[in-house]
């Protein structure tokens, strides 16, 4: 999966908003949940980053 079929941003989860019913999930719960999710998520992304960087410095050491 490369990054530019990445669909969400961890701001995008921060700020998804769910409609609320009466026997709905707990909200403090679901939010919680979501503030981890978007921990790991940015945590990912930092390190496919930093790994992409590491790829393109190896390639251009093993062409020299």
Do not use: C, H, P
């Not at 921060?14 to 609320?20: C, I, M, R, S």
């Amino acid at each position: 999966m490369g990054l530019n079929r990445v669909q969400l941003s961890g701001k995008d989860i921060l700020e998804k908003d769910f409609k609320t019913t009466m026997r709905g999930y707990n909200q403090e719960e679901v939010d919680e949940f979501l503030d981890t999710v978007i921990q790991d998520y940015d945590l990912l992304k930092q390190e496919i980053e930093r790994l992409q960087l590491e790829n393109e410095r190896l390639k251009k050491n093993s062409s020299e």
